[in-house]
């Protein structure tokens, strides 16, 4: 009977092998993801483009404010076409506060807020809960 036996240090090595492979494919990943985001970032700034709001109307149907250049331009984006509703002056558009900021909001950042807005309502339920008493 010629069976061959893994022993446990085998087993170990493959482990940490597959790990280490893992580790490598998800860093590259990582990498690679940061790159082309970069790249793409790039791509959209300084451009004569851009999306200042969007309203959805329906499923396929979107009220857009977009400037072109130094015009901004009210159009209706639908399935199949895209029409100009009208052009407005720049002091007419009013741009939305906290939104299509050039500086994405960290995730530490969102993190903080979120435990800060908890803790804000806990606390604020648990001084209720002394008032009643």
């Known amino acids: 009977m010629i069976l061959t036996a893994v022993s446990k240090v085998d087993s170990i090595v493959q482990f940490l092998t597959v790990l280490i492979i893992f580790v490598i494919v998800l860093g590259a990943t990582w990498l690679t993801t940061r790159f082309i985001a970069g790249f793409q970032k790039g791509k959209m700034q300084g451009g004569n483009f851009e999306l200042i709001d969007s309203f959805r109307i329906s499923q396929s149907k979107y009220v857009q404010l977009i400037r072109i250049g130094d015009r901004y331009l009210a159009i209706a984006v639908c399935k199949d076409t895209v029409t100009v509703l009208t052009e407005l002056s720049k002091d007419a558009v009013v741009r939305p506060e906290n939104c299509y900021t050039d500086t994405p909001a960290q995730f530490e950042e969102i993190l ?7 803790k804000g309502t806990d606390r604020k339920a648990a001084d209720e809960h002394e008032e009643d008493k």
């Open 112 to 118: 903080k807020k979120a435990k800060d807005l908890v």
